[in-house]
């Protein structure tokens, strides 16, 4: 090494060798950076388009970066360019043309210039400069075009890679969209008619305004990866146009209901009229039977049988009127109702003939009852016992009569299952353990 200078300790002639095959490598991999930087298809697109916003700013930021990227490179390839011809004077290079080598291998021997603007556009590692001149050691410089490079690079690719993804699935989204409104129309959804309607007219503004915004801020619509640093780490943000696809596959489902019930309407009207006319029948029937038990069921509290009601029908006559004038955004969310209310009429109707006829079955019971224990009186050949006979004929006359009391009437067959008790057993019982099972009590 020997003497030294301001840029260090000589380099011998090895130490120069190494040094210029090391530049020379790096020399080669940033001109094909650059070169690559320069047709990479984003940057083009950032060059023609109109831009605002955040990506407005940083491409100012880039364009500057990238001008002082290739002043730094002819400034990296002139340096390098005098110091090879330095070094070719001799085959063994002499201590003057070594001093002048060292320095301009590594000290601070490189002069950049650049315009003002150029200088102030672009980042530095101190923050904005606006000086006419830099002067940089060949290692700084390469740090440098690192430096401006990863940033321009990470610029260009996150807006490539958003002009990549959003414009082309906003597009897609919106031809299906025409689709859908197009099949909206035609079954009579429409805006300010039908909130799916609405929901159309809103989605179809906002991936308008979605669309325009990623053409000319598409890195407003860019996440960037948490802790990396290789340039374009991250992902398009699609958080509004998930939200818009979700919504129109909503309103798909909503027109694919209208016309199901466009397809099957009336075969579904028919089903109601079918329902709401066995509720009417069963209602009939309720009715006919409340005024049988009044007639032949005495001390017995029968319920009221409402008439039909008189809205469903009326609601019926409505749905069949949407359907004869195609009217099928109204007709869906009615028929769905009113099969709803149908069935919950038919429902009811069939419980009020139940609880009116309660008292009709509580009589059978007991009949069923009575003969039961005659025929076992009889089978064991008890049939023309007098007490039995009595007690059968006096429970049999109550059951039998018109109006019944059931409470005298249950008391009668009570007795006379006793009654058969004793002759059969020799002793009285608790009713219900021979014989037929008594199920009811006192008071049923």
Not at 28 to 33: N, V
Not at 78 to 105: F, G, K, M, N, P
Not at 159 to 188: F, Y
Not at 414 to 431: K, N
């Amino acid at each position: 090494m020997g003497v030294t200078d301001p840029a260090g300790p000589v380099m011998d002639r090895d130490e120069v060798d190494r040094a210029l095959a090391r530049l020379g490598a790096e020399h080669e991999a940033i001109e094909t950076s650059l070169l690559a930087l320069q047709d990479h298809a984003g940057r083009r697109l950032l060059e023609g388009a109109e831009l605002t916003g955040t990506t407005k700013e940083r491409w100012t930021a880039a364009e500057a970066s990238i001008t002082l990227l290739w002043a730094y490179f002819d400034a990296y390839t002139d340096a390098l360019r005098a110091a090879r011809e330095i070094r070719s004077r001799r085959r063994w290079s002499s201590r003057e043309d070594l001093v002048e080598l060292t320095e301009l291998l590594r000290g601070a021997s490189v002069t950049v210039a650049g315009s003002t603007t150029a200088t102030a556009n672009a980042p530095t590692l101190h923050g904005p400069s606006g000086k006419l001149s830099e002067q940089f050691s060949l290692a700084a410089l390469v740090d440098r075009m690192n430096e401006l490079y990863a940033t321009s690079l990470d610029m260009v690719v996150a807006a490539d890679a958003v002009w990549s993804a959003l414009p082309a699935r906003i597009d897609l989204l919106a031809a299906e969209l025409q689709r859908t409104r197009k099949l909206a129309h035609s079954v009579g959804v429409r805006p300010g008619e039908h909130p799916a309607g609405d929901d159309l007219e809103r989605i179809t503004r906002t991936l308008t305004n979605l669309r325009e915004q990623v053409v000319s801020d598409p890195l407003a619509y860019w996440i960037p990866a948490q802790g990396s640093s290789a340039p374009g780490g991250g992902r398009p943000d699609t958080t509004v146009y998930d939200r818009e696809a979700r919504a129109l596959e909503d309103v798909r489902r909503e027109i694919d209901a209208v016309l199901t019930v466009r397809q099957d309407a009336e075969q579904r009207l028919v089903k109601l009229r079918d329902v709401l006319s066995r509720a009417d029948r069963t209602l009939a029937e309720a009715r006919t039977a409340r005024g049988e038990v009044l007639a032949k069921i005495a001390a017995t509290e029968v319920p009221v049988v409402s008439g039909p009601p008189t809205v469903l029908q009326e609601q019926l006559a409505t749905a069949a009127e949407y359907r004869r004038h195609a009217q099928w955004h109204r007709l869906s969310p009615l028929l769905e109702s009113l099969e709803q209310k149908a069935e919950d009429e038919l429902l009811r109707a069939r419980e009020s003939l139940t609880a009116v006829t309660a008292p009709l079955a509580v009589r059978a019971e007991l009949r069923g009852r009575l003969d039961a224990y005659k025929a076992k009186v009889a089978r064991l050949g008890h049939a023309e016992d007098p007490f039995l006979i009595e007690r059968y004929d006096a429970a049999r006359r109550m059951l039998w009569s018109a109006p019944c009391d059931l409470r005298v009437a249950e008391q009668a067959v009570l007795r006379y299952q006793q009654a058969a008790a004793e002759v059969l057993g020799g002793g009285p019982r608790v009713p219900g353990q021979a014989g037929p099972e008594d199920r009811r009590g006192p008071g049923a």
